[in-house]
């Protein structure tokens, strides 16, 4: 037994453990007393009356609505990918893994008498297998998590490409579109509750369960973790295939509002879901970081989207506000 493994050194892991898991605290009080300051809510707010008073349409139900609609793909992925970034890893692969994982979906229905369950567990399992290759890849060869999501991100993409050489593939079945696009419950679209239900997912998953603590553990001090007994792979793992498996569910809904999966939809959506997560209070160095924060970062991604599209202003020129108000929010509340 070596020095830093014997009994007496156990007191102190366990003390620089705990001092590296914020998951103990509830969720509201990571929202309300996080890393990040309350300016962050505040821009919100001043978003929203700024796109109040500039356009008539932007205070509308019908409105609040289609930006939940709109935001659904990032918030969900996100939620998946605030347990990789606080892991102190990264998944590029995201847009990708959706991409492939809605071509499995439809195919699957296409073969087997258009039952939509077998879609969408191949859906969900083809996100979830692209997870698991991301996370033993950079767990067991030690292979930068960067560089080994780069490479899914291109290897995805490729087969969902070439499986129907880039041709979409249409879907005809009823209740995949009620479930997963276009149904609704009490007048809330069934794609606002898949948001809803992944979010409050997330926040048990996170802020309430052991695994949760580890993964702050794994983040915010690897050494403290690992001689407290977290296997560190392990969890680094799962946190890879639960985003893999949220971009599966992701490519469910988006297919059912389409009517079709086509292999070159939401190309470059990851930077989306990474700035979500960090415009939303996470550390790119791991150990911080919450799921309504994110969820708060996609809304503020969607919120800006919307209302520059009400107010007519070019989708190039979008682009360059949308960056520089990232960056800005970012550095802003950090100081």
Not at 15 to 24: D, E, H, K, T
Not at 145 to 174: C, D, H
Request: proline share 3%; charged share 10%.
């Amino acid at each position: 037994m070596t020095d830093t493994q014997s009994p007496a050194n156990e007191p102190v892991a366990k003390r620089a453990l705990a001092a590296n898991q914020p998951g103990g605290r509830s969720a509201l009080q990571h929202l309300l007393q996080g890393e990040r300051p309350y300016m962050l809510y505040v821009a919100f707010a001043v978003m929203l009356i700024v796109f109040s008073l500039a356009s008539p349409w932007f205070l509308s139900i019908d409105n609040f609505l289609n930006i939940g609609r709109q935001t659904t793909l990032v918030s969900i992925i996100a939620v998946g990918m605030t347990f990789v970034i606080i892991s102190r890893q990264i998944d590029l692969s995201v847009a990708s893994t959706l991409a492939l994982s809605g071509m499995s979906a439809s195919l699957a229905m296409a073969f087997v008498a258009n039952n939509w369950v077998v879609g969408a567990l191949a859906g969900l399992g083809t996100g979830a297998v692209i997870g698991l290759i991301n996370g033993v890849l950079t767990t067991r060869l030690e292979i930068p998590s960067f560089l080994v999501t780069l490479g899914t991100l291109s290897g995805a993409r490729g087969l969902a490409l070439m499986v129907t050489n880039t041709k979409p593939v249409i879907i005809t079945n009823e209740h995949y579109f009620a479930i997963f696009g276009e149904g609704s419950v009490l007048g809330i679209p069934a794609p606002i509750l898949w948001t809803l239900g992944v979010t409050i997912a997330g926040i048990l998953l996170l802020h309430y369960s052991v695994y949760g603590r580890r993964v702050y553990a794994a983040g915010g001090n690897p050494t403290a973790a690992l001689y407290s007994g977290v296997h560190i792979k392990q969890v680094t793992t799962l946190a890879f295939v639960l985003t893999g498996t949220l971009a599966g569910l992701a490519s469910l809904i988006l297919s059912a509002r389409s009517h079709a999966a086509r292999p070159d939809v939401v190309q470059g959506m990851e930077l989306d879901v990474i700035a979500s997560v960090i415009l939303g209070g996470c550390s790119l160095f791991g150990g911080r970081g919450f799921v309504l924060g994110t969820l708060l970062g996609s809304l503020i991604i969607g919120t800006l989207n919307n209302g520059l599209v009400l107010l007519g202003v070019s989708s190039s020129l979008q682009l360059v506000i949308k960056g520089a108000i990232i960056v800005a929010a970012v550095a802003f509340t950090r100081r």
